[in-house]
């Protein structure tokens, strides 16, 4: 377990030390801070990425039956009837669980939204190009929060796999979480200061809006169609808000304090989202298939 625990680190320290070649590791904040350690991200991460394969090949093995089950039953001009009533007591139990776990990450994001919002304001930080100071710990403090609020975000995976909502089980749906997840800890990691504070609120913000529609959606409460094409634009709209400034600064020089390869990590990933989004955008909105969960 040891040596497996220093070979996870040693490559952790290779990922880091590759972003950030400048900052050393003596002399990073966050390095003891809960979860930063690379062994204990790597198990996070990879136990996400066990559970996401098994839970395919479960919904191969679910989709499978259901379409037996439905072909029987349809053949025998019976009323199609795929759960057990342990089942149903088991969905009406998670029905009362999702308003909660939404009204959590609403208020979970908002409180990061506006703790970065005054961090920022009292470093007198503009939208873009600030300075950073690794000796401070006020931004890295948010830029934790919201690594360990990515983690918590695993349990959107887990409320769909257990709701059987496949057609939310994508490859969109799960390329984020884990991305983002690996992203934020090689920021929270080594570049925990500066820029990224932007990165931390946009994000937030667009949760909060997010997890508020989920949460009313949970509800039961109807919400207009353009409602929820809005939520996907605005998030649209903030990968473009990452991508303009980098692209100024990975191609026409722009100065900036902030880690370049930080900052190219964020340029490419955000590009990658975008189509990503674009695609789901096409298929839902423009060209909507009805799908059987």
Known sequence: MLLNCLF???IGEKILKFFNPQLKYENRITKKWFLMNPTHFFIALFSYLIFTILAYLYKINYTSKRKQIYDKQINKNKNVSFSSQKDNNFQKFLIKIIPIYNLIQVFCSLYITLLTINEAKNRKFSIIYN???YTKDNIAICSWLFYINK???FMDTLLIVLRNKWNQFTFLHVYHHLSVFFIMWVNTSVGYDGDIYYVITINSFVHFIMYFYYFLASLKIRVPLFIKASVTYVQMIQFFSIIFPGFFILFLNFICEYPKR???LSFYYCI????LFINFSIQTYIFPKNKID
């Open 8 to 10: 996870l680190n040693n």
């Open 131 to 133: 300075t950073v100071d």
């Open 272 to 275: 990658s989202l975008l189509v």
């Open 262 to 264: 930080l900052i190219a």
């Open 151 to 153: 983690l918590c975000d």
